[in-house]
């Protein structure tokens, strides 16, 4: 095969770079994550520093929760994946779904005792708190929104975004959180239903992977999303941003890892779990204003460039068993009555 010829062919391998396409690494040198998108919690630094400490080479990954979770049971018989992240509600799903393997990673008993699964087959990395990620200068003169219900308003008509529950984490986040704080219960969701109608109406833009450079840029002016990566935007990009915990309250979420049951490269699996959840890895979420689950990583710098712990007095938490043995039912409410 021709040198030309062997590129392209490489490039055909998904969620490859060139480079590495062109130049193959060995089999111990290599891993695959589902759902590690470069500008998504600081995810693009953490496998560059991994990389250099260990020599194994993880390429960027954009499938969002859903997705990842869709391909690792599609591909149950013969794993494609080592090394998977999601929203803490599929990590009991994926573990339902026989997809992941247990494995204690190093510093696991250091992770709160309700944000693991008690065999190690998933772990929480760290935690992110719901509200909107504002482009001010995209607003067109328009006031700040203060509140959820600013989202239906049609001022904000084809200026607010969020991710899909039915694909995204945070969509479904989304919806736990309007429906607590909006008189519903796990058991009733008829006030998310009745939100989701509501913004719906006023043309909302749903995006298929990470918004963060179009809020950046301000093709999304409005985006419901973690405060992680409005803080990011803010500080580190130096964007016009704006972060803001809704006026009736939200959630604080965890995001988990696992190890794929069945993986081709099972060390390189086990070694990033290391270490997402050693002081290093644990450092570099805090350096994204990610907030870690060992609490003690977390920058006191960093800590504070928060909004103000009265803002998030307003965050509840979230029952994980609960919300992942509903989100079907929810799911199935929200394609018949709100797509």
């Known amino acids: 095969m021709s040198r030309r010829n062997f590129i392209k062919a490489g490039l055909g391998l998904a969620g490859l770079s060139l480079s590495s396409a062109a130049f193959p690494l060995r089999a111990e040198e290599q891993g695959v994550c589902y759902n590690c998108p470069a500008e998504w919690a600081n995810w693009a630094n953490v496998l560059r520093a991994f990389r250099k400490q260990s020599g194994i080479f993880i390429p960027i990954d954009n499938r969002a929760s859903g997705m990842a979770l869709t391909s690792l049971i599609a591909e149950k018989q013969k794993p494609v994946a080592d090394f998977v992240y999601l929203g803490g509600q599929y990590g009991a799903q994926a573990k339902a779904a026989g997809v992941l393997a247990p494995y204690k990673p190093n510093f696991w008993s250091e992770v709160p005792a309700d944000l693991r699964d008690p065999a190690g087959y998933w772990t929480a990395l760290h935690v992110g708190t719901l509200g909107l990620f504002i482009n001010t200068d995209a607003l067109g003169g328009k ?161 504070a460039q928060f909004l103000p712990a009265s803002d998030y007095a307003r965050a509840k938490t979230v029952d994980l068993a609960k919300i992942s043995q509903v989100q079907p039912g929810f799911l199935a409410r929200y394609q018949a009555e709100v797509r």
């Open 143 to 303: 006031p700040v929104p203060k509140s959820w219900k600013d989202l239906a308003d049609p001022k904000y008509r084809g200026l607010v975004g969020y991710g899909e529950p039915t694909t995204a984490a945070n969509g479904y986040i989304l919806a736990l959180a309007v429906n607590q704080v909006y008189g519903g219960t796990l058991d009733n969701f008829d006030p998310a239903i009745a939100f989701f109608k509501s913004v719906k109406a006023n043309e909302p833009i749903l995006p298929k992977q990470t918004a963060y450079a179009q809020v950046l840029s301000g093709e999304i002016p409005i985006f419901v999303d973690l405060d992680f990566n409005a803080y990011r935007a803010k500080y580190m990009d130096k964007g016009p941003i704006e972060f803001v915990i809704p006026e009736e309250g939200t959630v604080s979420f965890p995001y988990v890892a696992g190890l794929v049951n069945g993986c081709a490269h099972p060390d390189a699996g086990k070694k990033l779990l290391d270490f997402v959840l050693s002081d290093e890895g644990q450092r570099l979420w805090s350096q994204a204003y990610v907030r870690p689950v060992r609490t003690a990583a977390m920058d006191p710098a960093i800590a």
